[in-house]
């Protein structure tokens, strides 16, 4: 059973290692049709796999385990997520240039989500399935941000821009959205997967979620020269007349 949790542990390593080196070399080459190196972008995908690859690789070693009154506690796997999803959202929000306050309201309730998850694996009986309701419930908030506040709040325009945030994004909704379902169905939950096989799920949604965002933002990375020169402000400038406008209305 161990060797076979390590083993797809090594698997989930190379995958996002080999998942860094798009976004490191169109960063590094400068492929841009406007000679922009869009360092922050590539940096945001290059973190999302990164990441990823540093924490699989410690738990191929055996390392960040932590044993709990539940159980085995592979604690590098909610740090990778709690770094890591957060970047995701932090790249879509560099794509759609919502107000800081939705993409920060984002953020929040993810860091939330995880926080929900990690209690629910660490604990058992009535707390865990408390834990686990708050994190169901965040996660519920979390989807309607991606599907509705944050295109709401969105200030970028064009539809290649468009094209590639919605891709990216439904990628993220449906993945995203099967993570709670292993957990349900893996030895935290009702325990009807071996350890070994929630291992593989998880690397294998680890690295569709992940390795291919990144690949497909890296793919649609065009659309980063349609975007304004400015990040933020103008976002939460324009944000902020709409609001105003519908208050006269």
């Known amino acids: 059973m161990l060797v076979d949790t390590t083993v797809w542990a090594w698997i989930g390593a190379l995958a996002m290692g080999a998942g860094t080196v798009p976004p490191l070399w169109a960063w590094l080459s400068g492929s841009s049709a406007t000679d922009e190196s869009h360092g922050v972008y590539y940096g945001t995908l290059a973190g999302v796999t990164g990441v990823a690859a540093l924490a699989y690789l410690a738990m191929a070693l055996g390392v960040g385990t932590l044993s709990t009154a539940a159980g085995e506690l592979e604690v590098v796997r909610y740090v990778d997520w709690l770094v890591t999803t957060p970047l995701i959202l932090l790249y879509l929000g560099l794509l759609a240039r919502p107000s800081r306050r939705v993409l920060t309201g984002l953020i929040g ?141």
């Open 109 to 249: 309730v993810d860091v939330v989500v995880i926080a929900g998850g990690v209690t629910a694996a660490a604990t058992g009986g009535a707390v865990s399935w408390a834990a686990f309701a708050v994190g169901g419930a965040a996660y519920l908030a979390l989807v309607y941000g991606l599907l509705v506040a944050l295109p709401r709040s969105a200030s970028a325009e064009g539809d290649r821009v468009r094209a590639v945030f919605g891709t990216l994004r439904n990628i993220t909704v449906v993945l995203w959205t099967l993570y709670p379902v292993v957990w349900l169905l893996a030895p935290t939950g009702f325990g009807l997967l071996t350890s070994a096989t929630e291992m593989l799920v998880f690397v294998y949604l680890d690295i569709v979620s992940k390795v291919g965002f990144v690949v497909i933002a890296v793919a649609g990375a065009d659309a980063l020269d349609r975007l304004g020169a400015d990040e933020f402000a103008a976002a939460d400038s324009a944000a902020e007349e709409r609001t105003a406008a519908l208050g006269d209305d």
